[in-house]
Structure formats: C-alpha cells, structure tokens
C-alpha cells in the first residue's frame, strides 16, 4: 500500500453525500425532532427533544441492511420510523409513516445545508480538469431532492446512488461501477467520505486512493495510526482537497 505522502496521479474524485458535502446529520436531527412532536406530542418531552438523534442514530442498523441489499428504501425508512415510535412509546409507529413523512421531509429539506467548503473545493477540482463524482448509499429519488434543495444539483459529472448501482460502498463493485461512470482508473480515483467503514475502508479495498473526512477531528489517535498505515489520509475539511495537496499530485 502506497502511503499517503507518496504523489500519485488522481483524474477524479469521487465523494459521498452526507455529511461529507452536506450537513444531513443536523437536518435530520431538526426535522426528526420536528416530525416526533407533530406525531407523538404526549410522548415524554425530554425524548421529543433528542427525537431527531435517535432517529439518525439508527440503533436498529436498518440502513446497514439496506445497505447490504437486505431492505427496499421504503422498508428501510419505515422500520426506522416505527422504531422512533416505540421508543417514544406509540403503539402505532408501524402504521405512521406516510404522516412522518408529510411533517418530515419539508423539514429536512429546509434546514440541509451545504458545508461551506464543499463549493470551492469541487470548483478547485474541476477547475484543474479532474472529474468529480457523488457516489452515496443512499437513494436516487432521495438524492436528487437533497441536491435540489443545496447549491449542487447539476455541479458533479455523475450521481451513482445505492439503488441504481445495485451495490452499496462498502461493496467494491460500487466503488468500481462509479470509476467506470466518471471514466477513471481505480487506482487514479480519491475516494473522500465521512464513515469509515464505507467510505475509506471500502475504497481502499476496492483499489482507490482515500481521504477519511473527520470534520469535528476528535480522533482515537490508535485509530488515526491504523487508519494512516493503510494509505488512508485523515482530513478535518475539504479546504485541503486541492490539487498539490494530500501529497497527491492531481493530474
Ligand atoms: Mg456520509
């Protein structure tokens, strides 16, 4: 495994969604919250409060075995949904969605925001003639909504999500089929996410260069130390993905 300081070609990058691009986690934790009280106003308030936590943090792994091909989308958000409810302490969170989703979504979309320095690092990029891509586990439908409501509809050559892939990161052929969409070699590609399980691990493993984005950087650092041993670059923000920088010479 080459190391990180080592310079190396990259032609594209590719970059996960949320929480990399944009702030879904403190959308998520508005608009879940906000959908909670709507649907469940006697649930405990304290609960009500952090209801939007809990929802994102998933406990039941749901997006983990939608991930893995095992839920549709919808199946996936519904048991998440009647998750939140039971916790709350509804009996009828399995039947809530279609009202979870009137209160939620205008919510989400409305408080999604880009991080500040997804624009002028993607703009960077292109500038200097590398192709830049989305590849993001969640939906497609889902995605173009959430790029709609951000500066970014439009901005990446290709969009590759869960569902029209047919693979989700950390699957190598995810990382593999979104290489052959932007027309990049593997090996030439920079794989940049915030999960790292799914995102760096899994790009690495599929053969791509890879930035870890830890954006609050609060780090074990036994685990920046692995992390760093397998080629991985631990960044805190986007402003040092330019060309010249990493210790990447982007061509
Ligand atoms: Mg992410």
Redesign the pocket.
């Known amino acids: 495994m080459a190391h990180p300081a080592e310079d190396v070609l990259i032609d594209g990058v590719l970059f996960?969604?949320?929480?990399?691009l944009i702030d879904t986690a403190a959308a998520m934790h508005l608009a879940g919250a906000a959908a909670a009280a709507v649907l469940w106003p006697d649930a405990d308030p304290q609960r009500l409060a952090i209801a939007g936590v809990r929802f994102r943090s998933d406990p039941g792994g749901f997006f983990g075995a939608y991930t893995r091909g095992e839920l549709t989308f919808a199946a996936m958000r519904a048991a998440r949904i009647a998750d939140l409810g039971a916790w709350l302490g509804a009996a009828d969170g399995q039947v809530a969605r279609a009202a979870f989703d009137a209160a939620y979504e205008p919510a989400f979309v409305a408080a999604l925001q880009t991080f500040k320095d997804a624009p002028a690092c993607l703009t960077a990029l292109q500038d200097n003639g590398i192709r830049i891509g989305l590849l993001t586990n969640s939906g497609a439908d889902y995605t173009a909504a959430k790029l709609r409501h951000t500066s970014l509809a439009g901005v990446t050559d290709v969009v590759c999500t869960r569902d029209t892939l047919g693979f989700g990161k950390p699957d190598a052929r995810a990382f593999h089929e979104a290489c052959r969409q932007l027309g990049t070699d593997p090996a030439r590609t920079l794989h940049i996410?915030?999960?790292l399980h799914a995102?760096p691990l899994g790009a690495v493993g599929a053969g791509l260069r890879a930035a870890w984005l830890v954006r609050d950087g609060a780090l074990d650092e036994s685990v920046r130390a692995e992390v760093t041993r397998r080629g991985i670059a631990v960044i805190d923000t986007l402003e040092v993905v330019r060309p010249g920088r990493l210790g990447m010479r982007l061509s």
Do not use: I, K, N
């Open positions: 996960d969604l949320d929480d990399t996410g915030d999960e995102d």
